[in-house]
């Protein structure tokens, strides 16, 4: 027997029904660090209250190296402590890819397209988007680059297909207008 994973259901009271809704809320991986105070001290519930994560998570993080000021509980941790504690989680979760390389998320690591093949697409003046499938699972993968340094880049790849938009200029009006107005009389 194969068990599936369920979403949370969650019942919210009104005066005279039950309603049942969907827990779709994600919890952040990046951090607003410019609501933690640097002289302050807090507790796990304030931490979890301040970020947005469960008082769980601020407990998994004392197993992780965010340090306690001492062994009483309440635990409480100092402001610039959990700052710098939050600013290392995510150095360490950043995966920086080569020139040749591109970022996937369903391999979750930095991987080469596959055939070395490319397509660009100028997204304004100054920015590229470079496009290319993944050598592993066949994923799209996306990168942006300055529109500076994007001979440099291409050279990396062995085929490169220069993919032009320019949905501004148009001659012919589009189809489902109604231009004399006797469309919808």
Same mark, same amino acid.
């Given at each position: 027997?194969?068990?599936?994973?369920?979403?949370?259901?969650?019942?919210?009271?009104?005066?005279?029904?039950?309603?049942?809704?969907?827990?779709?809320?994600?919890?952040?991986?990046?951090?607003?660090?410019?609501?933690?105070?640097?002289?302050?001290?807090? #507790?796990?519930?304030?931490?979890?209250?301040?970020?947005?994560?469960? /008082?769980? $998570?601020?407990?998994?993080?004392?197993? @992780?190296? %965010?340090?306690?000021?001492?062994?009483?509980?309440?635990?409480?941790?100092?402001?610039?402590?959990?700052?710098?504690?939050?600013?290392?989680?995510?150095?360490?979760?950043?995966?920086?890819?080569?020139?040749?390389?591109?970022?996937?998320? #369903?391999?979750?690591?930095?991987?080469?397209?596959?055939?070395?093949? /490319?397509? $660009?697409?100028?997204?304004?003046?100054? @920015?590229? %988007?470079?496009?290319?499938?993944?050598?592993?699972?066949?994923?799209?993968?996306?990168?942006?680059?300055?529109?500076?340094?994007?001979?440099?880049?291409?050279?990396?790849?062995?085929?490169?297909?220069?993919?032009?938009?320019?949905?501004?200029?148009?001659?012919?009006?589009?189809?489902?207008?109604?231009?004399?107005?006797?469309?919808?009389?």
């Amino acid at each position: 027997m194969m068990l599936q994973k369920l979403p949370i259901m969650c019942a919210v009271f009104s005066d005279f029904s039950i309603n049942w809704t969907r827990s779709t809320t994600k919890m952040a991986k990046r951090y607003n660090l410019q609501r933690i105070k640097t002289l302050s001290t807090y #507790s796990a519930q304030e931490i979890a209250d301040l970020i947005g994560v469960h /008082v769980r $998570t601020v407990h998994v993080w004392y197993t @992780k190296g %965010l340090p306690k000021i001492d062994e009483r509980r309440p635990f409480l941790v100092r402001g610039c402590e959990l700052k710098e504690f939050l600013q290392k989680m995510a150095a360490d979760r950043k995966k920086p890819c080569r020139p040749d390389e591109m970022y996937c998320v #369903s391999c979750r690591a930095p991987r080469k397209p596959a055939n070395r093949v /490319v397509e $660009t697409q100028a997204i304004n003046k100054k @920015k590229v %988007l470079i496009i290319g499938k993944c050598d592993i699972c066949g994923t799209k993968m996306n990168r942006f680059a300055s529109a500076r340094n994007i001979s440099q880049i291409v050279k990396l790849f062995e085929k490169h297909k220069e993919h032009k938009v320019n949905l501004s200029v148009s001659k012919n009006s589009i189809v489902n207008t109604d231009k004399q107005g006797d469309l919808f009389q």
